[in-house]
């Protein structure tokens, strides 16, 4: 197993990517990735999750399907000359034993893994490659889908001039419809509040929910940036863009000072922003009929 350094490189490695991308006016989890589909295994089809979406996504490649080198060397491809494979985490579960008690508890470890994208490779059978189809429905019909498939959802009211989620009633306040410029505008921060409200302790009784003000008075908290991430995935899943007002100077400098600081924000607020789209999504761990499978099935492609 790896010791508390190793585990520290790992955040360290991935928050410096994060980093480097803001330091370059790329915010990962509000950019528009929607075109080239969720990054995916393209052996196993399991969809990658958590922060492995965004350091994958991010790589710009207009189809984001993706294999180990063992996987491509399995079906005859070869890595194309001067390419880099990218790396993404892995998570595993492991027994550990307590000698004093004789108690067995489960602990997760992770390592980095790499990848390449099916742009660098050659020779992977036409079998193989994936088939690219447009989406069959409009984005709207998609978000209005899945507000219908979210269980335990908050009461959502039209009625007031400013948006809100209020935890004491668990009520979600949205301006009226016609107020908005565009429905993805709605959507967009809708979802928003739809993330916050997962936090609800009827719900998945979120640390991070309960310890900050209602309306998270700190734009740079693990809430904020959970609400930010989540948002961003639901906006994924459905095809809405991911550019907002948010990419001004200020926010990303914000964001790379508390960065800096916390080696494992990024990796941690990820995780938590992943359960609670799951949640929305009513994804169970496990359900291997999941459109996004749990990354940590990844293990047996090793």
């Known amino acids: ?26 915010i990962p989890w509000k950019h528009p990735y929607i075109n080239a589909g969720f990054p995916q295994n393209l052996i196993t089809k399991k969809f990658y999750r958590g922060i492995n979406l965004w350091l994958l996504s991010s790589l710009n490649y207009p189809v984001n399907q993706f294999l180990t080198l063992k996987q491509l060397k399995d079906i005859g491809g ?5 390419e880099t494979a990218h790396p993404i985490i892995f998570w595993k579960w492991t027994e550990v034993k307590d000698e004093d008690t004789g108690q067995s508890t489960k602990v997760s470890f992770s390592r980095l ?17 994936p088939f690219i189809e447009d989406r069959a429905l409009p984005p709207i019909v998609e978000c209005e889908e899945l507000l219908g498939g979210m269980p335990q959802k908050p009461e959502i009211r039209h009625k007031g001039k400013i948006e809100m989620y209020n935890p004491c009633e668990d009520i979600i306040s949205m301006c009226l419809m016609k107020s908005y410029d565009k429905m993805e505008t709605y959507y967009s921060n809708l979802f928003h509040y739809l993330i916050r409200s997962t ?9 991070e929910f309960l310890i900050t003000e209602p309306f998270v008075s700190d734009p740079y908290s693990i809430e904020a940036l959970v609400t930010e991430i989540g948002s961003s995935y639901l906006k994924f899943y459905v095809g809405l863009s991911m550019v907002d007002s948010n990419t001004n100077s200020t926010y990303i400098e914000g964001w790379l000072e508390k960065l800096k600081k916390d080696k494992r924000m990024i990796i941690y607020a990820s995780t938590l922003a992943q359960k609670a789209t799951d949640f929305i999504l009513n994804v169970k761990f496990g359900d291997a009929s999941a459109e996004q499978a749990p990354a940590e099935e990844m293990s047996e492609v090793l």
Do not use: A, W
């Open 1 to 26: 197993m790896q010791n508390k350094n190793q585990l520290l490189d790992v955040h360290e490695f991935v928050t410096d990517s994060i980093i480097k991308k803001l330091e370059q006016g790329i």
């Open 199 to 207: 936090g609800h302790p009827k719900r998945l009784n979120r640390r």
């Open 113 to 129: 893994m790499y990848v390449f994208n099916i742009h660098q490779c050659n020779d992977i059978p036409d079998e193989k490659m």
């Open 78 to 82: 070869t890595v194309k000359k001067n």
